[in-house]
């Protein structure tokens, strides 16, 4: 007799019913899977009898008796005739009679009794199993072994939407079960029967009549009759889906990024392990590519944070539509991406797919009316030259991008010696990072001065870091270093806040109009929101506009003068000074100076050096003096260390002066006395 799920189309009439199949004698005795909520048909006879009282049939039984007994009595008080004995003999015919009927009759009162005490007891247990197998969304089955059909509960039959039959064949169950599901489907029913003893699960998706699917975990054992042969598995089938839906969630929270759905950092990091795992032995190339978005912050503050949103899902489609089939996208955190891509036939090939990646990217987004255009940073690292696991290619992708964004290059690949550099470079920003948290940064002034009586008209503001294991570091170490990382826009809005308040409160106390000059580095000017940071910043801080000046390098407004002016123009507007620092460094035209905003020029220290030590020296910084003059430009000499020096710029008219002969930079503290006046010289450092 075959006795498993032997072959998915087979058939079998829908006739017989599990319980019929031959006398079961189980051990266990399943809820027959309607019939517990329906009440037995009505037993009118038995239901007639159980209702006389017992008492009743008790007492017309020892009546009959007593009327045996009386008739006896009678007969031998009156000494009767053989007729009157016949008719006593006949009354005690009928009393036994109607005793035996009586006797009969309780004995089988008590019979109709048990069995309506045990229908009714299990309609009370079937009651309550309907009531336990609707809280917990489950229902019956079984496949019967003699006649190869399942047979479900009404409650499963509700709960996965099938049309309520008698039984089912295996085909009928089967077309129920997810097209995916439907290789394991009788997987519990094989295990229960090589492993008799326990209880087997499985999962499978049901598809409901209503086109919905329904998850089902199925749980079945096997159930033999008296001579231990296999005649059925049954069990529950549970619908779990609402478990199973909580846990896609968990699942997609985990893994994806809500925002474009792509797989997050750690689920990228494993599919990317399994791909070069998959490459290993291959000669072709995988390309990791980290990238991100230069100034995404800016979008963000000038459009609103869900136009943000927007651009960076456009980007995560269209890196998934760049990278094709082969392609692996995540976003690993805001405007923070990274990409792989597989099965590339040479390494030129790997080279000039990034090459395109990065063109293709820059095209401009167009998004509610307006052309966005955004500028993408990428940092490419490829294996197996790069890196054999997923956490070396990615970091190596990254150094490749920090390089890249320091040359202000749109893609950056991997090279051989990064890595020292890096961790050098890697450590230093994090700590930057913690000194701008943690308050390790800190300003020092230097006086400017008139040049022909010296007097204080204000300070440049030079930032300080003190690290408590590496030591002061010079700003020319950690400026560009926070240029290349971004965290430049941190630092100048620190240093700008600082110096503005420190100069506010100066000038409040002192009922002065000291100057404050800050150095602006050219990351800084870049951004489109630096106009109106300085705007509140004054506001919030109390600050005169024209008590600060902005120095902006020569080379930085080379870079590209026409964006430069129009923000140096706004700034002006602002009321704010602006000098032109290193002033003779930056090769600049002189066409182009001419139409910009400025309102000072400083000489760079390298031509006051030079000062009295040769002759090209002094007609250099005359030249610069004459030019500016023309130009109607005040001008501040920088690095003034000896008396010849300041003379020789005085004798030239030259209006303002800066350096160590006047001052060293100092923190705020050590500049008291000298500043409201008491003291008429700096304390030396
Ligand atoms: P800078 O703007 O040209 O600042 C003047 C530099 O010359 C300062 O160096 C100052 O200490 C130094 N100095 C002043 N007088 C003399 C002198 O008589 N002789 C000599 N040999 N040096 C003198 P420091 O403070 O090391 O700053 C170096 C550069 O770092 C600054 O050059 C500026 O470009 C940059 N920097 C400093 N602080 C900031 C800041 O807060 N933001 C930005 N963006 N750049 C800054
Ligand atoms: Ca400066
Ligand atoms: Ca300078």
Known sequence: MPVGPVDQRESFPR?????????????????????????????????????????????????????????????????????????VQTFKGIAFTLVSAALLYGLLRQATQRTLN??????????RLGIALAATKSG????????????????????????????????????????????????????????????????????????????????????????????????????????????????????????????????????????????????????????DISRFQDINNMMGARTGDEVLTIIGHRLEDVCGQTGLVSRFAGDDFALAVSSIDSLEAAQELAGALSQILHAPIELHGKTLSVSIVMGAAIAPSDGGDAETLIANAEMALVRARRDGAPLGFYEVGMNETFRER??????????????????????????????????????????????????????????????????GSYVLRTACAQAASWNSALRRSLLVAVNVSARQMESDCFVDEVA?????????????????????????????????????????????????????????????????????????????ASQGGDAIVAAILELAHSMGLTVTAEGVETPKQLEFLRQRRCQTVQGYLIGRPLPPEALGAYINGSATSLPPR
């Not at 007492?59 to 007994?69: D, G, R, T």
């Not at 230097?446 to 300080?464: K, T, Y």
Request: aromatic share 6%.
């Open 140 to 291: 019956v089955w079984e496949w019967h072994f003699p006649s190869r059909t399942f047979y479900l509960s009404a409650h499963l039959t509700d709960l996965t939407g099938t049309g309520r039959g008698a039984a089912y064949t295996w085909a009928d169950v089967l077309e129920r079960i997810h097209p995916d599901d439907r290789a394991q489907f009788g997987n519990v029913i094989s295990q229960a029967l090589q492993e008799p003893e326990q209880e087997h699960s499985a999962q499978y998706r049901v598809m409901r009549e209503d086109g919905t699917t329904a998850w089902f975990e199925v749980r079945g054992r096997l159930l033999t009759d008296a001579d231990g042969e296999p005649m059925r598995v049954a069990g529950v089938a549970i619908d779990i889906s609402h478990t199973k839906e909580k846990d896609w969630r968990i699942e997609r929270l985990t893994h994806f990024d809500s925002l474009t759905g792509l797989p997050n950092r750690a689920q990228f990091m494993r599919i990317l392990e399994g791909r070069i795992e998959q490459r290993n032995g291959s000669d072709t190339f995988l390309l990791v590519v980290r990238l």
């Open 426 to 491: 890697a450590f230093i920003e994090q700590e930057l990072s913690a000194a701008l948290r943690n308050g390790g940064l800190s300003l020092v002034y230097q006086p400017i001065v008139r040049a022909d009586d010296q007097g204080l008209i204000g300070f440049e503001a030079l930032s300080r870091w003190s690290h408590p294991k590496l030591g002061v570091v010079p700003p020319s170490t950690f400026i560009p270093l926070a240029e290349s990382t971004g965290l430049i826009a941190d630092l």
């Open 15 to 87: 006739n017989g019913t599990p319980g019929r199949g031959r006398s079961t004698g189980t051990r266990v005795r399943l809820p027959t899977p309607d019939s517990p909520v329906v009440a037995p048909p009505a037993q009118d006879a038995n239901t007639f009898l159980a209702r006389l009282p017992l008492t009743a049939s008790l007492l017309f039984a020892i009546a009959s008796v007593l009327w045996v007994m009386l008739t006896d009595i009678l007969v031998e008080l009156l000494s009767s005739s053989p007729d009157q004995l016949a008719m």
């Open 536 to 612: 509140r910043v004054l506001a919030e801080t109390g600050l005169a506009p024209e008590c600060l000046e902005l120095e902006v390098t020569e080379s930085l407004i080379m870079e590209d003068p026409e964006a430069i002016s129009g923000r140096l123009q706004r700034l002006r507007d602002l009321g704010v000074q602006v000098a032109i620092d290193d002033f003779g460094t930056g090769y600049s035209s002189l066409a182009v100076l001419k139409h910009l905003p400025v309102s000072k020029l400083k000489i760079d220290r390298s031509f006051v050096q030079d000062l009295n």
């Open 118 to 127: 045990q229908q009714a007891r299990a309609q009370q247990n079937s009651e």
